[in-house]
């Protein structure tokens, strides 16, 4: 008996420390209390335990944001300050090579006014991403508009692909310059031919991808649709697109890298405009410092161009 | 109850009347052959069975006996080698929405809700009828398996017993002639099978459609059947038995526990699983 006063005196102690939350397990043990000494003070302890986590837990949670938050933050800012610090390292054994302090006050200047326009050859930064990002847009809608349902065609039934299957095999491997002679033979102008570039090599991933996509919808889905007796029309929309439309957009994500890989070259034996062209301009006008922002300004408009496919990818993913 | 199986005592069927409900499903000296790359694999020799309107036939064998492949035969989704089968006095030619089959990974469209993958099923049988129609025969056929409240859910939303319940949902708001049933409850726990079981036994005496149902399980077997039909071990498997099932409906699983015929018919299963077509362990 004398075991149970104390282990109530115990019990008032928690409960005074008792935050709410735990506050009715505490009731509960009190009840307990009555009943069975030995089985109480196993849950006495678990009881003093819970309060004691729940005190405790906390600041750890905070110190675990805080770990992560560094965990999280620390590399990357050391892998940047490290290429700061080669690229640092090579301007100054190179001394024509712009370093990144002389760069970053060159671009400073140069997106303080992005979209000025003094002659055709002396337009704006903003200007050219712009005309850069159209070109890309057309090639690569071209190719989607082309390439996608050619995929389904292909995926969808056999004798399309093997009918597809060796002319595919052999353009696909070829670098996309090697089609610029022949868009300029063929078009006349250096703008359609820059649009056919984009479209001839963005055009393959999508095309593969979405075929790939259809000729692996499961079986079982094929075997409802087949007892559904369902339309040609009702199987692409209701079971094959939806099932598809995952692979369709890692190809579409594939593409637009390729469509923005190839624009720059493209541009640079084109000329006109465009971020590519502003490029070799700038090399030409030994404007070294804008060379390296033009290559940062394609790397960023490239991660970004990324980004918002992964996004878009994400909100049709179904699972 | 009965205490004593005596099998003379199946009540005869009026032959004359309507041969067509007789053999409502009729399958005639059906053999199956498929090619593969090792050459040729007969699957199936000389079935021959008829089912009568309204029955519900169960297949039982040991796996890779070719139970599913009469299943996916009745269901068009294969055209035999050799012989013919049947469905209402017509040949079977292709897969029909008059013979709904139950997968057994319940096969839903994941990205439909469950409302919405009944209502494919609906569209096509009752397209002719308006809009407002349809809706509530979708829902009507969730209702009826007891899925009111999840009719907006995704399918991974939903636990494995309520995506069967679903696939159940599609097949009956087709109102099928003929149920096709694929190992239904295999893939699930012995908890939620039951239930189901319960369920599918109730729909059935409701809407009073025939069904064919493939399964391993001697239990479920004996419970939901009127018939169960016996395949002996392939390659070229072929009907062994058919036993008949005459135990009085409704039928309550705890009752049949202790039933004699119940049991008598169970050992009577498993006697030609284990004993006479038992399967050497691979």
């Known amino acids: 008996m004398s075991a149970i006063s104390i282990n109530k005196e115990h019990l008032k102690l928690i409960l005074e420390d008792a935050k709410t939350s735990s506050e009715s397990i505490v009731k509960e043990t009190v009840l307990a209390a009555n009943e069975d000494n030995t089985h109480m003070q ?20 905070m110190q675990i944001k805080i770990t ?17 610090g080669i690229w640092t390292l090579l301007s100054h054994q190179q001394p024509i090579l712009p370093g990144p302090i002389s760069t970053w006050h060159s671009a400073v200047e140069l997106f303080s006014h992005p979209f000025h326009q003094n002659s055709l050859d002396d337009q704006g930064i903003g200007w050219n991403i712009l005309s850069s990002l159209q070109r890309v847009a057309f ?33 696909r491997p070829v670098s996309p310059l090697a089609w610029l002679p022949l868009g300029l033979l063929v078009m006349g102008a250096a703008g359609p031919a820059a649009i056919w570039v984009i479209f001839i090599s963005s055009i393959w991933p999508m095309v ?8 692996k919808v499961p079986q079982d889905y094929m075997n409802v649709a087949k007892v559904l007796n369902l ?10 697109f939806p099932y598809v439309l995952p692979y369709m957009m890692t190809g579409v994500r594939l593409s637009i890298g390729i469509a923005w890989l190839v624009i720059v070259a493209a541009e640079m034996l084109n000329g006109g405009a465009g971020i590519g062209f502003w490029l070799w301009d700038e090399y030409n006008a030994s404007n070294y410092e804008h060379i390296i922002i033009a290559i940062f300004v394609v790397g960023i408009i490239g991660l970004l161009l990324e980004l918002g496919l992964s996004m878009l990818a994400k909100r049709f993913a179904y699972e | ?33 498929f090619v593969t790359k090792k050459g040729t694999f007969e699957a199936l020799k000389n079935i021959n069975l008829s089912i009568t309107q309204g029955e519900f036939v169960s297949i039982i064998g040991h796996s890779g006996c070719g139970k599913s492949t009469v299943l996916n ?16 006095g017509r040949e079977i030619a292709a897969p029909g929405p008059e013979r709904a089959v139950v997968f057994q990974n319940h096969s839903l469209l994941p990205w439909l809700s469950c409302y919405e993958n009944v209502y494919l099923a609906v569209e096509r049988v009752f397209g002719s009828e308006s809009k407002v129609q349809q809706e509530a025969r979708a829902y009507a056929a969730l209702e009826l398996v007891g899925l009111s409240h999840a009719v907006e859910k995704r399918p991974n939303e939903i636990s494995g017993g309520m995506k069967q319940r679903v696939g159940i949902a599609r097949a009956l708001a087709m109102e099928p002639k003929v149920l096709l049933l694929d190992e239904p409850f295999g893939a699930l726990d012995a908890l939620t099978r039951a239930g189901l079981q319960d369920e599918l036994m109730r729909i059935m005496q409701k809407s009073g459609a025939t069904a064919v149902m493939v399964t391993h399980d001697v239990d479920e077997a004996v419970l939901l059947s009127d018939k169960i039909v016996m395949m002996t071990n392939g390659p070229s498997a072929g009907i062994g038995e058919i036993l008949e099932v005459d135990l009085p409906y409704p039928r309550k699983r705890l009752e049949l526990a202790e039933n004699v015929q119940y049991n008598h018919l169970r050992s009577e299963v498993l006697k030609f699983l284990y004993e006479r077509h038992a399967k050497k362990v691979a």
């Open chain 1, 42 to 61: 196993m849950i006495v302890e678990k009881a003093a335990e819970k309060t004691q986590k729940s005190a405790k837990s906390q600041p750890s949670a």
């Open chain 1, 68 to 84: 992560d938050f560094f965990k999280a933050v620390i590399p990357p800012v050391f892998g940047i300050l490290m290429f700061l």
């Open chain 1, 139 to 171: 090639g690569f809608g071209l190719a989607a508009l082309v390439g996608i349902p050619l995929g389904f065609m292909i995926g969808r039934y056999e004798f399309m692909s093997s009918m597809t299957a060796p002319v595919i095999s052999i353009l």
């Open chain 1, 208 to 215: 593969i991808n979405t075929a790939v996509g259809v000729s």
């Open chain 1, 231 to 240: 339309s040609e029309w009702k199987i692409i929309t209701k079971i094959s």
């Open chain 2, 1 to 33: 109850m009965n205490p004593i199986l005596n099998e003379a005592t199946t009540p005869a069927l009026s032959n004359n009347t309507a041969k067509v409900t007789e053999r409502y499903v009729h399958i005639e000296d059906v053999g199956m052959q």
């Open chain 2, 73 to 88: 035969l009745i269901a068009g989704l294969l055209q035999p080698t050799t012989g013919n089968l049947f469905c209402a």
